[in-house]
């Protein structure tokens, strides 16, 4: 299973930014799909997550602002980032795995997310 992650760039302070994840591998190995962050100095974070069938769970800090989803057909997850804030700047991981699984045993190399003026 491999992992791609896209997207990343500077974006100013209520911009909005959109992530994308390739993924390769069986429907079942990539079935729960997350993005996670790790800001300099800090431990990384679970962001959102998502199941195949598109169940969605959100971290209190982004819920209302970023929007989890996946096109199954190009197993491709997004991440619609709006209203970013300078406390958003972080390395974006996408990861993937099967129901259940803790950690997730697949993941990517990261795109950086800088949010400033």
């Known amino acids: 299973v491999q992992l791609q992650a896209f997207g990343g760039g500077l974006v100013q302070p209520g911009g909005s930014l959109t992530l994308s994840c390739v993924a390769s591998?069986?429907?079942?190995?990539?079935?729960?799909m997350d993005w996670s962050r790790q800001a300099p100095g800090k431990e990384r974070e679970l962001v959102a997550t998502?199941?195949?069938?598109?169940?969605?769970n959100y971290a209190d800090f982004v819920a209302g602002r970023f929007t989890i989803s996946r096109d199954n057909t190009k197993n491709t997850l997004y991440l619609q980032m709006n209203s970013l804030k300078p406390e958003d700047t972080a390395v974006y991981y996408c990861?993937?795995?099967?129901?259940?699984?803790?950690?997730?045993?697949?993941w990517g190399q990261g795109t950086q997310v800088t949010v400033s003026s």
């Open positions: 591998g069986s429907a079942l190995s990539i079935s729960n």
């Open positions: 990861s993937a795995g099967p129901p259940g699984l803790r950690p997730r045993p697949y």
């Open positions: 998502i199941a195949r069938g598109g169940v969605t």
